[in-house]
């Protein structure tokens, strides 16, 4: 079956790519077996270099694109519309799509998104 993953994430700091790192693990280990590619709108992050390095650590196909100073919001829906953007214009079909987000890099309730 074919799957894609639409990711929104924020990135301010290097903690909070840690956070986006573990997602990323979790979403291997989840669908490792599944035919997956992954787009991931970024509202901010602190280093360009560092999309790079989350994205080759990793096994799936994946496109990623920073939101547009003028079309960002504080929230995650700047994040998913550049991310449903990146996914629109692969004219993929898939079985099954997936929306997640980077839950507590602003909260720190990393207990919380640990157990969802």
Same mark, same amino acid.
């Given at each position: 079956? &074919? ?6 994430? %924020? ?6 790519? /840690?956070?986006? #790192? *573990? ?32 994205? &080759? ?6 496109? %990623? ?6 079309? /960002?919001?504080? #929230? *995650? ?40």
């Amino acid at each position: 079956m &074919k799957s894609a993953i639409i990711f929104a994430t %924020y990135i301010p700091d290097v903690e909070a790519s /840690l956070i986006v #790192s *573990d997602y990323l693990s979790t979403i291997e280990d989840n669908f490792s077996g599944w035919d997956t590619d992954i787009y991931t709108g970024v509202n901010y992050c602190h280093s360009d270099k560092i999309l790079d390095v989350f994205f &080759k650590q990793h096994s799936f196909k994946s496109d %990623y694109a920073v939101v547009d100073d003028e079309l /960002l919001v504080d #929230s *995650d829906a700047s994040a998913y519309q550049k991310a449903l953007e990146l996914y629109k214009n692969s004219e993929k079909d898939y079985d099954y799509v997936w929306f997640i987000h980077t839950k507590s890099v602003t909260s720190k309730c990393h207990d919380f998104r640990n157990e969802v």
